[in-house]
């Protein structure tokens, strides 16, 4: 009786896994507007019936979806805080900005790969879903509180303008995740995705001028 309860608890993991895959890459192509759970259901391969009885909603999907890219992005972190205490012991430590442009570098590539989530519009239904979500928000919160750390860090040590809210940096790097800019690069077929991680993400820290250019981080 356990092995057959143990059997179907994994199959039943496996269409979950299945379906938020598949939520995933709708959301990065197409936003959660457009998005249909019929849709959901293809590209999953099962019926719509099916997809019912584990995920009750098209918010919940994108919940589930929105959550699993918040587990991602906070293992990266943490095991590039791994690295840096490691690194720290080194003659090349990692910095508080090193440590940030490789979030954001990481969250593009995502995008590029197409598996990144489109964020929701502030005044959506997804949006208030999301809110009270309880799982998404401690996701969420986390993961802010893991880059606000970096970025004190940052202004402090002056590799990061002071005079600057930290929300505004906060905000500015989570904004790159879903840059409309790095799908416009990618769309026109010209440049290389290295191109366009090493271009985006030094207009984000050193801005548009002619400026000494800091070398970028392998």
Known sequence: ????????????????????????RLLASKGYDAMT???????????KASLYKLFTSKEELAGAAMVGVLDRALAFVDDLRAQAG???????????????????????????????????????????????NDAYM???????????????????????????????VLYTLFARACDPVVALLKESGQYTHEQILDWVTQTTFQGLGNGPQTPLPA
Do not use: C
């Open 1 to 24: 009786m356990e092995t057959r309860s143990s059997i179907k608890e994994q199959i039943q993991r496996l269409r979950q896994e299945a379906i938020v895959t598949a939520v995933n």
């Open 37 to 47: 759970v019929d849709e959901v259901a293809a590209e999953a391969g099962m019926a």
């Open 138 to 168: 401690d996701r969420l919160i986390a993961l802010s509180n893991r880059l606000s750390i970096w970025i004190a860090e940052a202004q402090t040590s002056g590799q990061l303008n002071a005079q600057l809210p930290s929300e505004l």
């Open 86 to 132: 490691d690194a720290a012991q080194t003659d090349t430590p990692l910095s508080p900005v090193d440590q940030l442009r490789a979030v954001i570098r990481w969250a593009m590539q995502t995008q590029l790969e197409g598996k990144m989530p489109s964020l929701p519009a502030q005044n959506s239904s997804l949006s208030a879903s999301l809110q009270s």
